[in-house]
């Protein structure tokens, strides 16, 4: 089966700065593919390239086997934008019924069934919404006529616990049927439960790509433990996989590449009073590995 | 024509208030008239204008100001009506694709199955279908008013005349608005050049009325195009009707190419 989505040599410059460089992507039909990376580091503008809003500088891309500018491949796609840019003017249901008449038109009950989903008002306007509201009407708006490929850029920012929740739910159930993914975010454990594989983005350059499994096992995690007295770090030096520890008072920091067993087991002969795991920080655990 | 339909569904409200501004303005005009029939103070103060002003106020030398195509094509259609129309026209261009850009809303419709000159091509008639609108509420305040108060000498069909030829070059600044907002993708440059070329029309048609040096740059002027007949008594002209449509195309045909061959510049 040919890729969803096929990049080579994908490049984009404005003036002298390289937002995209050099990027090959292949993403797999049925897949769901997580760009990582901090802000600025080109996931926003690979996405337009996907969509023909940015035109390469070099290179190609092709989306469900042609070019993007193709109407009908992108009759084919729903999106997400970080910036939802919708009409304050509008009613949700203003909005999804004129995007999805853009799009030929969709099934009604296919978005009485996300707006419910979502507890979505669909009679008030963009403009009296909150944030998390807005969020809803973008994600209703890609989800709806169950287009094969979904790009989702930041899909759960601004989403409460639950609606992420709820939203990754429906990202399995459309992947389940058939449905191609390609979303970004800066938070490694929401795209760890949720993608096959990561390609990781440091000033447009792909600079780390595979399964989760295999970032996993090269990703770094900082554990804080917090001690019922000073304790001496030597011996955590020493355990496998650790590269770093810090002392402060009675918490003991270790930097940790890969499993945490060995100090988990260490850690277990002390009187642990509070043990953090900082592994949500993309910056933290996977740009150190690239700087 | 989804794109064409919405743009008139969000703009309807605004459309009804110039609508409204229009035939205040309009009425206030053709109302005044029975004060003004055959004074002849009015024709004096126009004579002691210099030319320049004489030329802004499309007045001409052998149809007095006191009569009822003098008094119009002063009051009506050389000034009110083509400022009127000319600002809401700006306005609509640079929200045709400039400012929709800026503010991200054409981000959405324009990642769906529709082709960046379809959507463009729609919002641009779309804002043309409603600069033509509220012309032909401004014809029609005109003409029915004028009927009651009994203007003489001017029939519905030269105000209509007179109206198409004022359209006609509020769409041209219509045109220039779109096309410079498409080839940029921002409000701000699409409302400066189309005012630009408004204002610096408007200065050289005085100008060029009152010093000599300056008359064959008049040619340049669209204001001139639109003044240089009263078309209420005149017969029409292809510089006052045919001109600046030819020329709203070719702006509008270079801003799509543009439009078609750039990146979109989204929030």
Not at chain 1, 83 to 90: A, N
Not at chain 2, 59 to 67: K, N, R, V
């Given at each position: 089966m040919p890729s969803a989505i096929v990049t080579r040599g994908l490049t984009k410059r404005f003036g002298d700065v390289t937002?995209?460089?050099d990027l090959d992507l292949d993403v797999a039909p049925g897949q769901v593919f997580g760009f990582l990376g901090p802000n600025g580091a080109g996931k926003t503008t690979t996405i337009r390239l996907l969509l023909d809003i940015l035109r390469p500088t070099a290179g190609t891309v092709e989306v469900l086997g042609s070019s993007p500018r193709d109407t009908a491949v992108r009759a084919r796609i729903g999106f997400l934008p970080a910036?939802?840019?919708?009409?304050?003017?509008?009613t949700a249901t203003d909005t999804i019924t004129y995007l999805g008449a853009l799009r030929g038109g969709f099934e009604p009950g296919d978005v009485q069934h996300l707006l419910e989903r979502f507890d979505l008002d669909p009679t008030r306007r963009i403009g009296e919404l909150s944030t998390g509201n807005r969020r809803k009407v973008g994600v209703v708006q890609a989800f709806v006529g169950r287009p094969e490929l979904l790009i989702l850029d930041e899909p759960t920012a601004g989403l409460d616990p639950l609606l992420q929740h709820e939203l990754l739910g429906l990202i399995r159930e459309r992947v389940a049927a058939g449905a191609t993914v390609v979303l970004s975010s800066h938070i490694l454990p929401e795209v760890e439960r949720i993608a096959d594989r990561i390609g990781i983005l440091r000033r447009g350059r792909l600079v780390a790509h595979g399964t989760v499994e295999e970032m996993r096992a090269s990703a770094r995690q900082r554990i804080d433990l917090h001690l019922g007295a000073p304790a001496d770090p030597a011996p955590f030096r020493d355990l496998p996989g650790v590269i770093g520890v810090d002392v402060e008072g009675a918490v003991l920091t270790v930097t940790v590449e890969g499993s945490v067993d060995a100090v988990v087991k260490a850690a277990a002969q002390l009187e642990v009073h509070r043990l953090i795991s900082h592994d949500a920080d993309l910056e933290n655990v996977f740009l150190e590995l690239y700087r | 024509m989804i794109a064409l339909s919405r743009l008139l569904a969000d703009r309807r409200r605004d459309a009804f208030g110039w609508a409204i501004g229009t035939i205040a303005g309009v009425a206030a005009v053709v109302g005044l008239w029975p004060s003004v029939e055959g004074n002849q103070d009015i024709e004096q103060i126009v004579e002691d204008l210099p030319p320049s002003l004489r030329a802004l106020l499309g007045?001409?030398?052998?149809?007095?100001?006191?009569?009822a195509p003098g008094y119009l094509q002063a009051r009506l259609f050389s000034t009110l009506l083509p400022i009127l129309l000319i600002v809401y026209a700006i306005s609509l261009g640079a929200r045709a694709i400039g400012a929709a850009e800026e503010d991200g809303t054409l981000q959405l419709p324009m990642t769906g199955p529709i082709t960046r000159r379809r959507i463009a091509l729609e919002r641009i008639a779309g804002s043309t279908v409603l600069l033509v609108a509220v012309g032909a509420v401004g014809w029609a305040t005109a003409a029915g008013l004028g009927a009651l108060v009994g203007?003489?000498?001017?029939?519905a069909a030269r105000m209509a005349l007179a109206t198409l030829a004022v359209a006609g070059l509020a769409l041209l600044h219509l045109a220039i608005a779109a096309a410079v907002g498409a080839a940029t993708g921002r409000r701000g440059p699409a409302v400066t050049t189309a005012s630009a070329v408004a204002v610096g029309g408007f200065v050289l048609h005085g100008l060029a009325a009152s010093a000599e040096a300056l008359r064959p740059a008049r040619a340049l002027s669209p204001w001139w195009w639109l003044l240089d007949r009263n078309l209420l008594v005149q017969d029409p002209t292809f510089l006052a009707l045919g001109l600046p449509p030819i020329l709203a195309t070719i702006a509008l045909l270079l801003g799509l190419a543009t439009f078609e061959r750039r990146d979109l510049r989204f929030p």
């Open positions: 937002a995209v460089d910036e939802l840019g919708l009409d304050p003017r509008h | 007045s001409q030398a052998d149809i007095p100001l006191s009569s203007l003489p000498d001017v029939g």
